[in-house]
C-alpha cells in the first residue's frame, strides 16, 4: 500500500481545473440552446475522461491506449443513450450526444497534458453548433 500523497496530486487538480473550466464553456453553450446536456454533464464527462487517462498513463506509461479505448466506447454508449427518435421520426439530441463525446476527447487530451489542444477543441465545441443550419438559411430565402 502507497501513502496517501503520490506526488501526482498537483498535476491532476490543475487538471481537473481545466476540465471544470473548458466543460463549463461547452456545457454554457448547450445550455443556451436549451439542450438535456449542460454545465454539469459536459464537467463530469470531460473530468471522467481526464482521470481515467491520468491514471492510465501514471498506472503504465507504455500502454496507455487500452484505457483511452474504452473511454470511446464507453461515452459512445453514454451518448448514444441520449438521442430520440419522436413519433414523427425527427431524431432529437444528435449533437448533443455528439458534443458529449467530443467533451470526452477534450478530457482525454488534458489527462495526457495537451493543453493548447484542449483549449482549441473546446472553442471548437462552442464554435460549431452556432454555424447556421444550410436547411433553415435556404428555406429563410425562399420565404423572401
Same mark, same amino acid.
Given at each position: 500500500m502507497t501513502g496517501f500523497l503520490t506526488g501526482l496530486e498537483g498535476a491532476f487538480v490543475f *487538471? =481537473? %481545473? &481545466? /476540465? &471544470? =473550466? =473548458? %466543460? $463549463? &464553456?461547452? %456545457? !454554457? +453553450? #448547450? +445550455? &443556451? #440552446?436549451? *439542450?438535456?446536456? %449542460?454545465?454539469? $454533464?459536459? /464537467?463530469? !464527462?470531460m473530468a471522467g475522461a481526464c482521470l481515467f487517462t491520468f491514471i492510465s498513463t501514471a498506472a503504465d506509461p507504455n500502454s496507455p491506449a487500452r484505457i483511452a479505448a474504452q473511454i470511446v466506447s464507453g461515452v459512445g454508449f453514454l451518448g448514444a443513450g441520449m438521442i430520440l427518435k419522436s413519433d414523427n421520426n425527427t431524431v432529437r439530441n444528435l449533437t448533443t450526444a455528439a458534443a458529449i463525446w467530443f467533451a470526452a476527447a477534450v478530457g482525454m487530451a488534458i489527462g495526457i497534458g495537451w493543453y493548447a489542444i484542449a483549449a482549441i477543441a473546446s472553442v471548437y465545441a462552442v464554435i460549431v453548433p452556432r454555424i447556421p443550419h444550410v436547411k433553415r438559411w435556404t428555406q429563410s430565402q425562399h420565404d423572401e
Open positions: *487538471k =481537473l %481545473g &481545466l /476540465c &471544470l =473550466l =473548458l %466543460g $463549463t &464553456l461547452i %456545457g !454554457v +453553450e #448547450r +445550455e &443556451l #440552446r436549451n *439542450k438535456p446536456a %449542460g454545465i454539469s $454533464t459536459h /464537467c463530469f !464527462v
